[in-house]
């Protein structure tokens, strides 16, 4: 019971990204991966790709959460997911 446990809160915490800047991330591009990327939600490789695919039709919101995320990475921070 303890496994699934811990796997399941290593997959949430996989879909939200690491940390602080990841979560502002997951929340602020929350409404964009609905809308472009709804057909591939579930499979975080083929999201980010989409997410990636429709960067200039992203909200501003969620493209600012994408660049503090980026600077944050730089630093040495672990990548998050979209």
Known sequence: ??????????????????????GKMHEACKADREKFCKGVMGDHEAVRKCMKEH??????ACKQAREEMKKHEHKGGKPGAE
């Not at 809160?9 to 690491?18: D, F, I, K, L, Q």
């Open 55 to 60: 960067e200039q039709d992203l909200s501003e």
């Open 1 to 22: 019971m303890m496994c699934s446990l811990a796997f399941g809160s290593n997959m949430a915490r996989a879909e939200e990204g690491h940390g602080e800047h990841g």
